[in-house]
């Protein structure tokens, strides 16, 4: 879906939103395959807001911060989330 989205953009500004309340885990699959998509687009991402209650999810936005360019942030709320994210 990101690839298609960002078909034709000369220079892409990302901001993602991850709702993660209702995950238990993350599978090393998906994880490798989230690592993957991260690497690719790194330079587009201006921001990714995690929101959650797990300490994994915590764990998740401080190392994601080290491979995208953009600030990564952990969330327990999602307005706060996304109030954010809609900051410029």
């Given at each position: 879906m990101i690839e298609s989205a960002l078909?034709?953009?000369e220079e892409p500004r990302i901001k993602v939103l991850f709702d993660g309340r209702q995950?238990?885990?993350w599978e090393l699959r998906a994880?490798?395959?989230d690592f993957k998509l991260g690497m690719k687009y790194r330079g587009e991402f201006t921001k990714v807001a995690i929101v959650?209650?797990?300490k994994w999810q915590k764990?998740?936005?401080k190392v994601g911060s080290w491979f995208?360019?953009?600030e990564v942030k952990h969330f327990a709320d999602m307005e706060a989330a996304y109030?954010?994210?809609q900051e410029s």
């Open positions: 078909a034709g953009i995950m238990d885990g994880a490798w395959d959650g209650n797990q764990l998740a936005a995208v360019s953009g109030d954010w994210l």
